[in-house]
């Protein structure tokens, strides 16, 4: 049974275990290779409007943020980011974290969530985002240096949130 | 004679004058109208990796700002905004500022740029940019809030630095 819950800085033992190896990997997040704990708590935990855990049994699944996208007069348009655990892919978390984050950042009184530098290599997230409603409203020509595929194309990718 | 160099802190003096009137406008940058000086200084100064000034007869008349538009494996594409001063518009200005910002952002080694929310009634900077080479790359539906028009649309354009 998947629980999704605003986390604390407690947790953050949890998450870190999740946002290591993706950030290491270079291939999905911007984020350098190499960023490290303290680094990664203050752009996963302190940066972000808000920041959630996914638990099974207790166990840590997945994570997510939300944030404004731009300042005050961009800032009704918010921007997220997923994260799933290695050995939890392939079971549907990452679309419930995302329908989770449409509900919260309604709840949370944004109009519309942005996807800035989605990697054109990552097609499970491309499929998920398009399956709940996002577009793909801009391509960056090689915008993404992917840690094994070199400079790549990112999608922006963009929903407006009371389109249901 | 137009010359621009890069904005030490003793030019905020002769910057915040041109910034304050078009932040306070609402119509083209997203920070909050009501941005104090405080607040203007590190959005202008600290945070870009390097500010520029332009002067004529060593009256400050435009000013600009170079960043990574995101970090480590997005670091190569860089962001800019460029302001003029309201007595200065119409005389190329602008036009100077951004064609040196590309051959700056080319010296401190980025390799494209970026404007990640040119407000779609800005129709100035939207043929300057075209005219040095940008191209619309995405279109963001209601993504600026601008003061006088409401949620109007936002467009993201972008150029590879080497495309000359």
Known sequence: MLEIREAGPSDFDQLWPIIEPIVHAGETYPYATDTNRANAYRLWMELPAATYIATEGGMA???????????????????????????????????????HSIAEAQRLGFEAMQFNLVVCTNHGAIKLYRDLGFEVVGTLPKAFNHARDGLVDALVMYRWLDAD
């Open 61 to 99: 699944v997945g994570t997510y943020y939300l944030k404004p996208n731009q300042p005050a007069l961009g800032a009704h348009v918010c921007n997220a980011g997923y994260m799933v655990h290695a050995q939890a892919r392939g079971r549907g978390i990452g679309r419930a974290l995302c329908r």
